[in-house]
Nanobody, 124 residues
Framework: QVQMVESGGGLVQAGGSLRLSCTAS????????MGWFRQAPGKERERVSC????????IYVDSVKGRFTISRDNAKNTLYLQMNSLKPDDTAMYYC?????????????????WGQGTQVTVSS
């Protein structure tokens, strides 16, 4: 019954911007730690960013610090990722994930709730 649906991916030139959205249904987002993950072909999935239930804690992988911003609107059950100054290395399938467990504190813990993914492609 719990679903996560991503949107906002697309094809952009290097230096461009995209805003990803992820809307949850079946659960109230106020109880969920949420994050963005990405996976490129032939590579392991990595955590891009994570946000606590209230939004007080935000974590970013070093490669996106200063370029990406994570936020959430619990009234809308929605998670966002604003991506600026995009690079070809950012090309990947982006997934939102959520869990009642603090996935921000536990770096190696994979969320149990996943969206279907949205493709981000950055051309040079």
């Amino acid at each position: 019954q719990v679903q996560m649906v991503e949107s906002g991916g697309g094809l952009v030139q290097a230096g461009g911007s995209l805003r990803l959205s992820c809307t949850a249904s079946g659960l109230s987002a106020v109880n969920l730690y949420m994050g963005w993950f990405r996976q490129a072909p032939g590579k392991e999935r990595e955590r891009v960013s994570c946000i606590s239930t209230s939004g007080a804690t935000k974590i970013y992988v070093d490669s996106v610090k200063g370029r990406f911003t994570i936020s959430r609107d619990n009234a809308k059950n929605t998670l966002y990722l604003q991506m600026n100054s995009l690079k070809p290395d950012d090309t990947a399938m982006y997934y939102c994930g959520a869990d009642l467990v603090d996935i921000c504190y536990y770096n190696k813990y994979d969320p149990r709730i996943w969206g279907q993914g949205t493709q981000v492609t950055v051309s040079s």
